[in-house]
């Protein structure tokens, strides 16, 4: 499967913005996906997760409460909406997609990935 994450621009702190990543090929709806981000200088981190039907997600500490994470597999994308976003939350968002039910916030568990998009929160 091949992914496009898109959705990324320029905020103010408290604004919003919705990414999403759609996904090309077969059986989208049986892989889990994930979002990831990587800020300049840092290692790539988990954001959010969720698994193939969307029963079940995950997130982040820094993102929960700001973040809500949901998918259409008839359109096969899946949409990770940032609220309340602050300058920290500036970096290259990435998203992933692991055969099988259920997300992971481990890195290494993604087979495939998209090209990330940029988001960029202002003070």
């Known amino acids: 499967v091949q992914l496009q994450a898109s959705g990324g621009g320029l905020v103010q702190s408290g604004g919003s913005l919705r990414l999403s990543c759609t996904a090309s090929g077969r059986a989208f709806s049986s892989y889990a996906v994930g979002w990831f981000r990587q800020a300049p200088g840092k290692e790539r981190e988990f954001v959010s997760s969720i698994s193939w039907s969307g029963g079940t997600t995950q997130y982040a500490d820094s993102m929960k409460g700001r973040s809500t994470i949901s998918r259409d597999n008839a359109k096969n994308t899946v949409y990770l909406q940032m609220n309340s976003l602050k300058p920290d939350d500036t970096a290259v968002y990435y998203c992933?997609?692991?055969?099988?039910?259920?997300?992971?916030?481990?890195?290494?568990?993604?087979?495939?990935w998209g090209q990330g998009t940029q988001v960029t929160v202002s003070s």
């Open positions: 992933g997609a692991r055969a099988g039910s259920i997300g992971s916030m481990y890195i290494s568990s993604y087979d495939n």
